[in-house]
């Protein structure tokens, strides 16, 4: 059986990739349908408690709005709320998001520790984009809103960059789409790599569970298999989802 939160309206729930702050519901219901979706992640066991504070997320929303260059983006004010809501929860040491693209989603995670949004000191917050143009825009946009010490943009192959690195992982944001090669099936290489790097109780991201699952579909068994992760839930919140695993 698949555990899994999904909201009643998550296929009616509609972005336009080119305006990813333009409000498409009240606050308060992506506030009540966040707050489902992390009371399922918390009776999962995945999620200590479901408290982080709404206005820093709301603070943090702005400054990323205002300094940020976007070109399109699939993450939903929904999805953007809970990522930053995991991570405010968590509050990993060391954060490493694979496939930043133009720093958006890195922010989404990295934002619950930087910025306007703080809410804890981190260790180490990495983000790894293989486009060298798209890890310069990542980079610039980061710097827009942080000269923290503790940000890492990295211009390689996720694969390579967690194969060989030398941190314990406390959350590992996945969204690399193989650069054309076999598309989201990256996601399974980039985890195996980190694998070893990753603690018991260690939680994984996975974007796209829902509109990509094909793509996915090796990647899902690995971590809804319990001989590798403790709990996995499908979080279907807007139609990509995320897979939230903890090992
Ligand atoms: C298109 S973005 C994902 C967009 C994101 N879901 C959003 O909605 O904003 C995926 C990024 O992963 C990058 N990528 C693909 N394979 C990668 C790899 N092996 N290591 C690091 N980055 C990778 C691509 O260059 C691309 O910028």
Request: aromatic share 8%.
């Amino acid at each position: 059986m698949v555990l899994e939160y999904r909201s009643p309206d998550w296929d009616r729930y509609v972005m336009n990739y080119r305006e990813p702050f333009k409000q498409i519901e009240p606050l308060e219901q992506e506030i009540r349908v966040v707050d489902e979706a992390l009371a399922a992640l918390k009776h999962a066991g995945i999620l200590p408690h479901t408290d982080y504070d709404r206005e820093k997320f709301l603070a943090h929303r702005k400054e990323v709005a205002e300094k940020f260059e976007i070109p399109w983006t699939a993450i939903t004010p929904r999805m953007h709320r809970l990522i930053y809501a995991i991570n405010a929860i968590l509050q990993p040491k060391v954060m490493v998001a694979a496939g930043i693209f133009c720093g958006f989603t890195f922010i989404c995670n990295a934002g619950a520790a930087v910025g306007q949004g703080k809410c804890y000191d981190a260790k180490r917050l990495v983000g790894i984009e293989i486009k060298p143009e798209e890890a310069a825009r990542a980079e610039r946009n980061v710097r827009s809103l942080t000269d923290d010490p503790t940000v890492e943009i990295i211009a390689a192959d996720a694969v390579e960059v967690l194969a060989n690195f030398d941190d314990t992982i406390d959350l590992l944001y996945l969204d690399a789409d193989g650069a054309g090669k076999n598309g989201k099936g990256v996601y399974l290489d980039i985890l195996l790599a980190a694998w070893d790097k990753l603690r018991s109780g260690s939680v994984i991201l996975a974007h796209n569970s829902v509109n990509l699952a094909h793509q996915l579909k090796h990647y899902l068994e690995f971590v809804r298999n319990p001989q590798n992760c403790r709990a996995s839930v499908n979080v279907v919140i807007d139609g990509e989802g995320l897979e939230v695993s903890m090992k």
